[in-house]
């Protein structure tokens, strides 16, 4: 259990996965504009990112190793979570229309989440049990989750501030990231 | 002939991938701590780009339209694991050093997204150029943030140290000077394109 | 429903395309991604053997799971132009929190060095066993020595536990690889009243006064009876 403790929270904070390892800067930027638009998406990325891990882990394990077929890891995984964001999408059309409207494309852009990879990837790379990778993964996510939010109310205040003309735009998000990503850094000693 | 050149230089500034569409920053970052991993990731990307460009706009007649993202995703990701397997074996330190980022690129928006909208509708040779162009464009901004922040944050080179330990300032090397560094670039890129709109000129 | 059973082989013609390609790729870069992974091997074991030139993995071999709380993670056969000359074992052990080491033998049971490859003690006080200062003192050392803190081996004034803990996991590591390579690859046999291998995990101070003195003495016995 305690691993499992220590894991979450590395996953969470100390590692996060978009401010201090650099991934999922795409959804980051873009879709930060506003808090509700982020809990929306952060819920979808959460969504894909457990059930991807918990197809592509045994994939790996019972399929690609037995059958030497490693270097397919790419090609598969990437199949994958397209597959699961197709399922999602379909099932998001039948059941939450307004949601699946007001997301629009960024849906489907879930598949290029470089974050949903990296987990699936990470987790074979670290030697995770099943039940690591499934903390690992929620972690990842909530993190994702965290920064996110994070960003869009930092932007909100953005919007009334009195920005430098060089400075206004995506540039001064590009700072604030750096602000937060320093603070994220504070996290460094919290598990020894 | 002016046309083909105006395609190649439109990715280098005009329409750059990472400055002006602000697509294709996951990789971009999180490798440009020293410059040689920042020329070996453009120049992976590039390869993997020119590659699925080249395939996608040659089949495009055989890739039906209702399942041409999973055809699309089938081929980016084999170039992608060719690019790994071969740095795997040849460059292997370097592959060690990029780690996930290797097998990144296949979710690379950049590559998803010319591909879509360019190489699919268009003929072999313009997207050659195309995907050359962008992939240089990609390449050029990494070799930049990257010498940047080696310098100012390692103090050296292509790895020759140069500056003595006082002077370095390692908040370059770690996350948050990636951030500020692309910002600032962004912010010099936005004005650098406005000044040559504002000259009136279509370069 | 025609149709979708006609995008199906499509689809699945292009993946079965590339999958054969990347099988091809593969094969052809298998045997140079073997070559590097075993290059980067031989080059982290040659940090404690620089002598030899590849290493064999023997770890499966019987060496042994090591003493107490003491596991021996890997075991390597150093070669040099095909002739075994000693062995490298990676141990971890307790120190004061854990640490692993890697301990290079000879074939006349004498360790040619060690290293810390992983220490979680306190920074500046545990982690100094990593230091020359204190690792350095296990070179030319004989495998069946004591291995006991104040006795044979000097320790870190303020780090006993972390000293102790890695005396221990090099002297198990150590007589491990001794005894392989006296039972398999024509190394120094063991004197006799050596300890066999180590069954403690830590507090040899009660024992190293006796055996320490007979061990010494054998060990030079032994020795020059094989140089014959």
Do not use: H
Not at chain 1, 33 to 58: E, H, I, N
Not at chain 2, 75 to 96: E, G, N, Q, R
Not at chain 3, 13 to 39: G, N, W
Not at chain 3, 206 to 218: L, P
């Amino acid at each position: 259990m305690n691993d499992l403790v220590k894991i979450f929270l590395s996953a969470m904070l100390i590692e996060n996965v978009v401010l201090m390892r650099f991934i999922a800067l795409c959804p980051f930027i873009g879709m930060s504009t506003d808090v509700k638009k982020s809990t929306g998406m952060s819920a979808a990325v959460l969504f894909v990112t457990v059930l991807a891990t918990a197809v592509t882990y045994p994939l790996y394990k019972f399929v690609l190793i037995p059958m030497n077929l490693q270097f397919l890891q790419i090609l598969t995984f990437i199949l994958v979570i397209a597959a699961l964001v197709q399922l999602v999408e379909f099932y998001l059309k039948k059941s939450a229309p307004a949601l699946y409207s007001s997301m629009g494309v960024y849906l489907t852009l879930i598949t290029t989440n470089c974050a949903i990879l990296a987990v699936t990837f990470d987790v074979i790379a670290k030697g995770y049990t099943f039940a690591q990778s499934m903390t690992y993964a929620v972690g990842v996510a909530t993190g994702f989750a965290l920064a996110l939010v994070l960003l869009a109310g930092i932007r909100e205040r953005i919007k009334v501030a009195p920005i430098p003309a060089f400075l206004k735009g995506t540039p001064i998000l590009f700072v604030a990231a750096a602000l937060l990503a320093m603070s994220f850094g504070g996290f460094a000693g919290l598990i020894k | 002939m002016n046309k083909y050149f105006k395609l190649f230089t439109n990715g280098l500034l005009k329409e750059n991938p990472l400055l002006v569409i602000m697509i294709g920053l996951c990789s971009s970052l999180a490798v440009t701590t020293n410059i040689w991993n920042g020329i070996g990731m453009g120049l992976a990307m590039t390869f993997v780009l020119l590659m699925s460009e080249i395939m996608i706009s040659g089949f495009r007649k055989l890739i039906p339209n209702s399942i041409r993202i999973p055809v699309f995703i089938i081929i980016i990701a084999a170039f992608t694991t060719i690019v790994d397997l071969v740095m795997k074996a040849y460059t292997p330190a370097l592959s060690k050093a990029m780690g996930v980022f290797i097998p990144l690129i296949v979710v690379n928006c950049i590559i998803m997204g010319r591909v879509e909208s360019f190489s699919y509708k268009r003929t072999v040779p313009e997207s050659i150029l195309d995907a050359l162009g962008m992939g240089l464009g990609y390449t050029w901004v990494l070799c930049v943030i990257s010498i940047i922040r080696e310098f100012l944050g390692a103090g050296s080179f292509f790895g020759m140290v140069i500056l003595p330990e006082q002077y370095r300032v390692g908040f370059f090397s770690q996350s948050p000077g990636g951030f500020f560094v692309f910002g600032m670039l962004i912010a010099i890129a936005f004005a650098v394109n406005k000044a040559i709109e504002g000259r009136g000129g279509a370069k | 429903m025609k149709t979708m059973i006609k995008l199906s082989f499509v689809m699945a013609a292009y993946a079965v395309v590339a999958c054969v390609a990347l099988a091809f790729v593969y094969i052809a870069t298998a045997p140079k991604i073997a070559a590097a992974a075993q290059e980067e091997l031989n080059a982290s074991l040659r940090v404690v053997f620089s002598d030899a030139s590849t290493f064999e993995d023997v770890t499966a071999d019987g060496v042994g799971s090591g003493a107490g709380q003491i596991a021996i993670d890997r075991a390597y056969l150093a070669k040099k132009d095909g002739t075994t000359v000693g062995m490298v074992i990676q141990a971890t052990g307790p120190t004061y929190k854990t640490s692993t080491v890697l301990v290079a033998v000879g074939m006349d049971r004498r360790i040619i060095g060690i290293k810390l490859l992983a220490n979680s003690d306190t920074p500046g006080l545990g982690t100094k066993t990593a230091e020359p200062g204190f690792a350095g003192q296990f070179a030319s050392k004989s495998v069946d020595d004591a291995f006991a803190v104040k006795a044979d081996v000097q320790a870190i004034s303020g780090a006993t536990i972390s000293s102790r803990g890695v005396a221990a996991i090099v002297r198990v590591a150590g007589r491990a690889a001794g005894n392989y390579l006296a039972a398999k690859a024509g190394g120094a046999v063991a004197p006799e009243g050596a300890a066999s291998g180590g069954s403690d995990d830590g507090s040899t101070d009660a024992d190293s006064g006796a055996s320490e003195d007979d061990a010494s003495t054998d060990a030079e016995s032994g020795a020059s009876e094989e140089a014959n």
